[in-house]
């Protein structure tokens, strides 16, 4: 079992529209990332939150950490074909392991 | 470009046999992760190293093990392998906790 769940498992939309992955769990953690992996390739980090609340914008993406430190939320507005990716969340504990979530794989079409 | 790099790419390897996967850190790094990526099962966290100590172990298989040499490259060892051993093999490395980790490409490794 993932100690980080995400949902959706797949998502698929049109160029333009708006989407949100969900990162859940019931542990909290001391920080919070998102990663992007093409395929072939290591993930790549997107933003890091560390703070109850936070809230991270980098252009098109809005990162939300949760009031409890346990839970984000990734959204990306006016989607693009290249913002097509696995999008994986994961977790630092307390015991210095940072955990993964299964992932999100995004398909924009165009 | 990470910075982290890991050889080989790729390796092909018979079942039984041992397989040791290399990582060298980004300059000045001193954390080094270890991570299995298959289809079914995702990206699992191997182990962690930080400044040549092991620091964190996840669903490591007593086949496997692991070292940092004072370097600070890192060392995966794979012995008496399976089939379900095929996968992708991910290190990262970051300065150290609760700090960005930074991927290398992998090194995909079949077992026939």
């Known amino acids: 079992t993932q100690l980080l769940e995400q949902s959706p498992q797949f998502l698929s939309i049109q160029e333009g529209e708006n989407l949100t992955v969900y990162c859940n769990s019931s542990?909290?953690?001391?920080?919070l990332q998102w990663y992007r992996q093409e395929p072939g390739e290591g993930p790549v980090l997107l933003v890091t939150?560390?703070?109850?609340?936070e809230v991270k914008k980098l252009k098109r993406l809005t990162f939300q950490f949760g009031d409890a430190r346990k839970d984000s939320s990734l959204h990306i507005t006016a989607a693009q074909t290249g913002d097509t990716g696995l999008y994986l969340c994961?977790?630092?504990?307390?015991?210095?392991?940072?955990?993964f979530g299964a992932g999100t794989t995004v398909t924009v079409r165009a | 470009d990470s910075g982290v790099t890991q050889t080989p790419k790729h390796l092909i390897t018979a079942t039984g046999q041992r397989v040791t996967l290399r990582c060298s850190p980004r300059s000045g790094d001193l954390s080094v992760y270890w991570y299995q990526q298959s289809l079914d099962q995702g990206l699992q966290f191997l182990i962690q190293y930080y400044n040549g100590e092991e620091r964190a172990k996840g669903n490591i298989l007593e086949r496997f093990s692991a070292q940092q040499f004072p370097d600070l490259h890192s060392e995966l060892n794979l012995s008496s392998l399976e089939l379900g051993d095929s996968a992708l093999y991910f290190c990262a490395s970051s300065f150290g906790h609760g700090t960005e980790a930074f991927f290398g490409q992998g090194t995909r490794l079949t077992v026939v």
């Open positions: 994961a977790g630092e504990s307390n015991d210095y392991k940072l955990s």
């Open positions: 939150v560390v703070t109850g609340g």
């Open positions: 542990s909290v953690f001391s920080s």
